[in-house]
């Protein structure tokens, strides 16, 4: 598996201090060395600039594409288009304690000469997911989702409205009475 993610593996050690850019496409093979990602399927494109300095590198991310996931409003497959700019800086040396609780900054030993960046490409596009995934509505701000099945779900929500719950106990009407101000 290693081998197979080589590509996102920088040698550092041989760039120059300055801005350098990096470029990948994240596919299904991609997601694929990441059993347990929630994304499986999609095109993902990353740009990535990343800042050499002298003990430090800055990392700016931006993360653009679309991935294959089901609408949680109708359960329906569909292609949802992600976006999202992280940074992170990396430090060479041993980690200090006032950096030990930040999780923008990453340290890395001296003696190492390769940056492997593979898992920080994965987080940032789970973090680009958005939390409701759902199809994007149409024009007229009509929902994007198959509408026999919000038919369905509409005709599911009036029923369950119409249904009366079981009698409330007589006891607690005596409490219903009492205004509290």
Known sequence: MANDLR???IPFVGLKQGVHHFNYELDDVFFGHFPESQVQQGKVFV???LDKKERL???NFDVSGSISTDCDRCGQP?????HGN???YVKLGDKR???VDSEEVVWIPDSESILDISEMVYE???LSVPMLKAHPDKAGGVPGCDPEILKLLGQEEEGSQDEKGPDPDPRWDILNNLNIN
């Open 78 to 82: 569909f292609d949802l288009p992600i």
């Open 86 to 88: 992280y940074t992170i």
């Open 97 to 99: 304690e006032e950096d």
């Open 124 to 126: 940032f596009v789970h």
């Open 57 to 59: 590198f800055v990392l």
């Open 7 to 9: 590509e996102y593996e």
């Open 47 to 49: 740009d990535l600039a």
